[in-house]
């Protein structure tokens, strides 16, 4: 076959008849030719202007054989995180991890010992290169900008030209203007004018981050998915099994990836609608089996124009991502599905948010805060090292700044700053530790008072419980719930059960002798 190729620019052609249909062309050496071609002087120094795609066609006397090969097999646009910015939602009113949200957002919930929730979404676009990042705040926020502050404004963590911005939420003229963030669709939309500011007018692509979720993940890959794919949205999804289904959003995904169904928290029949063969998404049976769903993971990537066609052209009044503008964005624009493969966790409940804390104990936990290469950052609180006296430990963590006195610790994690007094046996307990010291003097003041100081008394045993900040928990003190109660509210003795679950409020006091 006599063949030759011409060098045009132009936007990408739709593949004809695949190469190796041609019988006539020796498809080694047309690409061989080609690339050859392509450093030879024939081209000399050619410059092509920037985004201009090369693409090259395959002709043959015959004209029903000819061929126009992707640009995407010779040039693939790279995903630039300065053309990224991301979107931290600060969480709603926190009404599911209600004790601890009593007076924190969500975000600013300790986690892990010694972090904060919203260093994990933070942390991510850190380690992804993404820096200009912003966080939507509105209930429950003065911890939360304080945690920011302390942590991102400085500290040595550079952001080369980006920035972190709170944008809280505000009341502004007109009668619209006086609501509130009305949902996560909402609060974005009464702060896209912010796209407008001169620095920000280069952003192709935003990143919509929850701020309560626990996994690690290179944001830039999601993006890349998402240029790749051109698509107008991409959510990042997982496999999830039958049980877990119906806390999420819930997806069905084609075999080319795009999104063709979104059911938002489905039960019932709808929710057996949903599934799906998850070995599509490269699962084994057994493993499909076990996860039959694709949830959403409430991580979307949006391309700017489709975000802002969609909250103030489309749909102006929706006021839900997961509940309104995705699932109608998948009926006139194209919304693809990125599986994530990872470990990931939402902790949206106390029983999640328990159970997620405890799993960092295990021998070989899914999910690790430390990796050298993706470290977690947060606040540096500059404490001294724990000090422990002839206690025993188990399968636990201990944070810095800890006096620890002649105690049993198993299957736990004590906060900062935390006290355990002699005698003290804790298990499958969640501590979050403490803002402030008191002094020794101090702590005997008080018990010559017959007060208690913070931490926890001697000889006390608590068993499946989380502990909040602050906590004053006296002498001979037994938390175990034997009558295994899943509910309970007792905010005057200072502590809640959710979930079999016993929560101890901020700042309470549980009085010597108390059993619970």
Not at 156 to 162: K, M, P, R, S, W
Not at 425 to 450: H, P, R, V
Request: hydrophobic share 35%; charged share 25%; proline share 4%.
């Amino acid at each position: 076959m006599d063949s030759s190729h011409c060098f045009a620019s132009g936007k990408t052609t739709s593949l004809l008849p695949k190469l190796t249909t041609f019988k006539n062309v020796d498809n080694n050496g047309f690409v061989k030719r080609f690339a050859s071609d392509l450093n030879s002087k024939k081209f000399g120094n050619r410059k092509f202007k920037h985004g201009v795609v090369v693409y090259a066609v395959a002709t043959s006397k015959n004209p029903n054989e000819a061929m126009i090969v992707k640009p995407s097999m010779f040039e693939k646009r790279k995903a630039d995180p300065k053309n990224v910015a991301a979107i931290i939602l600060g969480g709603g009113n926190g009404a599911q991890l209600f004790p601890l949200t009593k007076r924190a957002a969500t975000p600013a919930v300790p986690v892990g010992g010694c972090y904060r929730l919203i260093d994990i979404p933070m942390s991510n676009c850190i380690n992804s290169c993404i820096n200009k990042i912003f966080v939507l705040t509105q209930f429950n926020s003065a911890s939360l900008n304080r945690h920011l502050a302390r942590t991102y404004f400085g500290n040595g963590i550079n952001f080369g030209g980006g920035f972190v911005e709170v944008l809280a939420a505000t009341q502004t003229p007109g009668e619209a203007g006086k609501k509130w963030f009305q949902g996560t669709a909402d609060a974005v939309r009464k702060f896209l004018w912010v796209f407008e500011d001169a620095k920000n007018r280069n952003i192709e692509n935003i990143l919509i981050l929850s701020g309560d979720h626990l996994y690690r993940m290179n944001y830039m890959d999601f993006v890349q998915s998402h240029v790749d794919s051109n698509a107008d949205v991409t959510l990042s999804c997982a496999p999830v099994s039958e049980t877990r289904a119906s806390n999420f959003g819930l997806v069905k995904i084609d075999k080319g990836g795009r999104v063709t169904q979104f059911s938002e928290k489905p039960t019932g029949i709808d929710l057996k609608s949903m599934k799906t063969d998850t070995t599509m998404l490269g699962l084994s049976h057994e493993e499909a089996t076990d996860s039959p769903y694709i949830a959403s993971m409430g991580v979307y990537c949006f391309k700017t124009e489709a975000l802002l066609d969609l909250l103030t052209q489309r749909y102006p009044s929706s006021n839900d991502f997961g509940s309104e503008v995705i699932p109608a964005a998948i009926r006139d624009h194209d919304v693809q599905g990125y599986i994530f493969r990872d470990y990931w966790e939402d902790i949206g409940t106390i029983k999640t948010f328990y159970e997620a804390n405890l799993a960092l104990v295990e021998e070989r936990p899914k999910f690790e805060f430390y990796d050298p290469d993706t470290p977690f950052y947060t606040s540096p609180r500059f404490l001294p090292p724990t000090k422990t006296e002839k206690c025993r430990m188990v399968d636990s963590i201990i944070s810095h700044g800890c006096f620890l006195r002649e105690c049993s610790v198993q299957r736990s994690i004590i906060g900062e700053r935390s006290r355990l007094d002699y005698g003290v046996e804790l298990q499958d307990t969640l501590m979050l530790g403490a803002d402030y010291y008191q002094t020794e003097s101090e702590i005997a003041s008080l018990l010559a008072e017959g007060k208690v100081p913070i931490g926890i008394g001697k000889d006390s045993k608590i068993r499946k419980c989380i502990i909040d900040k602050n906590a004053k928990i006296g002498k001979n003190v037994i938390i175990m719930n034997k009558g295994d109660v899943q509910e309970a509210d007792r905010p005057e003795e200072g502590f809640y059960i959710r979930s079999g679950i016993t929560v101890v409020v901020e700042k309470a006091t549980i009085q010597d002798g108390t059993v619970i």
